[in-house]
């Protein structure tokens, strides 16, 4: 690489310079201000939703921050630089038990402690240039926001799709408060990593099973724009299993007691009946002989998380409960245990125990010493002798009528005879389980609920609401698992709204998923005071065109959204089905390896990077160490190097800048011109594609190329250069923004750099006048000859055959066959002598 000389070059480049001008000018001239924010145009093409999964104030930004939002800022800006009419938005999740937890250990209002935060994190996007209409601006936690969480309760309650019950629930002793099955991972809090225990609590669902197939159905919409592992992890989560349901009856009970199994064929083996030890089934089933000994067993379950109890590799153990299940097909009676490994929110909460072809079940048999009855002919050994049950396909054995039947025949025989006898039908069945939403904590949405003891459950009327929090949020605590807003007595006094007696309010808040499960469709306007959003600006602008945000959000934020906007859709108040068009996920910034925590002291603060660096090259670190859903190992990067690039290109745009035209009768450099548009065509398809670490190194390409014919020929006066240089600038801002604005400025333009457009591309300029053909004989490359990119393969194969060292290795025998894939190949296989 040549020298960079000249004055321009001994200039210094400030990443730093320049930034509060730049957030005035953009502020001034209000950039990133969508042009129509509430049109009532349909939506159209040129028309882009851009969304990052919105933020929580938990203090300032962090590196994964600034990587995602670095890469929904480059979508947005290089949108708008194609002509789109974009919005990029912003609001906070500014609900949830993190804030309330935090302001709790300092003794302060989490109203203080959350806006106070927010405002700091405001500051620091507006500072990493990240291009927001900030008119979009709102917080979960605002009355005016969360008027309409309680609005939409109302609407599924109406409908029937909220709900309250008694049931067993995830239950954090730690944050005293109740979790949803996708906040625990591996049986701990998702938040402060606490062993979750089981607790029978009466709370309020959403019927999200009601959505299961559609749930299932609707991913046909996101193939090929969602990753392919999103759609999978949900469709594990639905999980969907085809099967049937069979009744049993128990001895000494009226009704029966129905188990779902997706094997009905396997009936004839089941030895033995196992309901949840944890549900009221179990209580009910339990004769006064055994009551000592369930009531003991029952009272060990509350640690026991989810994910212990349903493992297969653990010593199993259980209660007899002194009653038999009647087999409905053979008459057999199979005795009636409590264990732990079935769950009672799971399924019916029983199951029939087929020992031989179910491990766990088998586990069971072995330990109380059952019987384990083969029903299966896989070929494989006796389950019995070995410990080992057999899953596998097989002909039906030991089944009366089903005998010599194969898996799919026998379950089809099964289901017949199930049906005939009316004692059992096949059915479908969800692993998918109803979204548990009460949470008894302070800092969230208010239930609009009123308890009466004449009336029950009343609604809070919709001209009432909101129902707001007592402001006197750093004063209530959790008592023994009681809600924080228990303790507000007065609050909790109201007039039922329906007979007028006192009543009393519900206490507890809702799940912060809730929030986030419709958010998107308020930005375009989110001060709209009818309805829980406007429907002209949802139909200009939804569904979001591109979303981005964390994987980790597979079966909890993105599932709740895509449940959410179903049931939207189905009462009339949005047009589309999914919310998402295109997700784009992101991967971690990681530190050696792991990721970042103060515990390995492998922290690295965002704001010390920028302070050192400034906010471009983090930027463009961040974008150019990999592609969006890798991670990011921030001891494998160089900052620095950002910096010693774009302040190449800052001297590059300063030569070129303080250049004398070439006269116009003097020829540009054509080939130069070829480089450039061909580099041009290669970073717009980087970035169509959102390869925008090929995007950048592509904008390298572009630097060394520019700095080459400065230094050397044909200089910076050319009109090849300057082309290329002002194109260079131009794909920077999408990237840099800083530095682009900089740099345009060197370039004797006007600003905003923004206002110029992406650089377009000759099509003409891209067009290979010669190509280099390979021309084998018998698979050996025998000689080369330029053609033209569109040449014909008779052609080609006429000027090869032509080729004097290919008559040479022919060596006078004939050809017995030709193959030719113009214009790059020709091989020619020589007849046999």
């Not at 730690?174 to 990593?193: F, S």
């Amino acid at each position: 690489m040549a020298d960079e000389q000249g004055p321009t070059a001994r200039e210094t480049y400030d990443p730093h310079a320049g930034i509060d001008k730049w957030l005035r000018l953009w502020r001034e001239e209000r950039l990133f201000e969508a042009e129509e924010l509430t049109p009532t145009s349909p939506k159209d093409e040129q028309r882009t939703l851009v969304v990052s999964m919105f933020p929580y104030p938990s203090g300032d930004l962090h590196m994964g921050h600034a990587e995602v939002y670095s890469i929904s800022d480059t979508m947005a800006r290089f949108a708008r630089m194609r002509g789109h009419k974009v919005l990029n938005p912003i609001a906070w999740d500014s609900f949830g038990l993190p804030a309330e937890n935090a302001a709790r250990k300092r003794n302060l209002d989490p109203r203080d402690w959350t806006y106070t935060n927010i405002d700091i994190q405001a500051e620091s996007f507006e500072r990493l240039g990240i291009s927001f209409d900030w008119r979009t601006r709102f917080h979960t936690s605002d009355p005016e926001y969360y008027r309409w969480n309680q609005w939409l309760f109302l609407k599924l309650f109406e409908r029937g799709l909220a709900y309250r019950k008694e049931a067993p629930v995830n239950w954090c002793p730690n944050d005293e408060t109740v979790l949803a099955n996708e906040q625990v991972i591996q049986g701990k809090c998702e938040r402060c990593g606490t062993d979750v225990v089981k607790r029978n609590l009466t709370q309020w669902f959403f019927r999200t099973t009601a959505y299961a197939q559609r749930l299932l159905d609707d991913m046909e919409q996101l193939h090929g724009r969602w990753p392919d592992e999103i759609l999978s992890m949900q469709r594990n989560w639905i999980g969907r299993s085809a099967g049937a349901h069979i009744d049993f009856q128990i001895e000494g009970r009226h009704e029966r007691v129905r188990v779902f199994s997706t094997r009905p064929d396997t009936l004839y083996g089941a030895t033995f009946f196992v309901v949840a030890a944890d549900s009221t089934l179990a209580d009910e089933l339990c004769d006064a002989e055994h009551r000592a000994a369930f009531d003991e067993y029952r009272a060990g379950l509350t640690s026991k998380a989810e994910m212990e109890r349903l493992a297969i590799d653990r010593p199993m153990t259980g209660v007899f409960l002194g009653r038999y299940a009647v087999n409905p097909i053979s008459g057999e009676k199979l005795p009636v245990y409590a264990s732990d490994y079935v769950l009672a929110d799971y399924g019916t909460g029983a199951v029939m125990a087929v020992p031989a072809h179910d491990q766990r079940d088998l586990n069971f048999a072995r330990a109380y010493d059952l019987p384990v009855r083969t029903v299966v002919d896989t070929g494989g050994p006796d389950p019995a002798d070995t410990g080992i049950a057999t899953v596998g396909d097989g002909v039906l054995m030991n089944s009366g009528p089903l005998n010599g039947l194969r898996k799919e025949e026998a379950i089809a025989a099964a289901i017949v005879e199930l049906e005939q006898r009316n004692v059992g039908q096949g059915a479908v069945t969800y692993r998918l389980r109803d979204w548990l939403l009460s949470r008894q904590r302070y800092w969230g949405t208010p239930i609009p609920i009123v308890y009466c003891d004449s009336c029950g459950a009343v609604p809070v009327p919709e001209d009432q609401l909101p129902v707001k929090l007592p402001e006197i949020g750093y004063t209530l605590r959790p008592e023994g698992g009681k809600s924080p807003l228990q303790t507000a007595t007065e609050w909790v006094k109201v007039d039922c709204p329906s007979c007028g007696r006192q009543a009393r309010r519900d206490t507890d808040t809702m799940d912060t998923f809730v929030d986030s499960s419709w958010y998107f469709l308020r930005y375009p306007n989110p001060n709209y005071e009818e309805g829980p959003f406007d429907p002209a600006g949802v139909a200009a602008w939804l569904p979001v065109d591109e979303y981005v945000g964390g994987k980790e959000h597979a079966t909890g934020h993105l599932m709740y959204a895509r449940f959410l906007t179903k049931v939207l859709h189905d009462i009339g108040l949005i047009s589309f089905t999914e919310p998402f068009t295109r997700l784009t996920n992101q991967g971690q910034v990681i530190m050696n390896g792991k990721a970042m925590s103060k515990s390995l002291g492998n922290l690295v603060n965002l704001q010390e990077q920028i302070a050192q660096h400034g906010p471009d090259a983090v930027r463009v670190t961040m974008l150019f160490a990999s592609p969006p859903e890798d991670d990011i190992d921030w001891a494998d990067v160089s900052p620095a190097g950002s910096v010693k690039w774009l302040a190449r290109v800052w001297r590059l745009a300063g030569d070129v800048g303080n250049a004398s035209p070439v006269p116009a009768d003097v020829a540009t450099d054509v080939e130069l011109r070829k480089v450039v548009h061909r580099l041009i065509d290669e970073t717009t398809q980087a970035m169509e594609t959102k390869r925008f670490n090929v995007g950048i190194a592509r904008l390298m390409q572009l630097t060394n190329t520019l700095r080459l014919a400065v230094d050397r020929r044909p200089g910076p006066g050319d009109a090849a250069v300057q082309e290329g240089t002002v194109a260079l600038i131009r794909m920077l801002s999408c990237v840099a923004p800083f530095t682009a604005e900089e740099c345009w400025v060197r370039l004797g333009q006007a600003p905003s750099v923004l206002k110029a457009g992406w650089p377009h591309v000759d099509p003409a300029l891209l067009v290979e006048e010669q190509v280099t053909c390979v021309v084998q004989v018998a698979g050996k490359v025998r000689d080369r000859i330029e053609v033209s990119p569109d040449i014909s393969e008779d052609e080609l194969q006429r000027l090869a055959l032509q080729s004097e060292r290919v008559q040479a290795a022919l060596g006078g025998a004939g050809v017995a066959k030709v193959v030719v894939r113009a214009p790059k190949l020709v091989n020619f296989v020589p007849a046999r002598s």
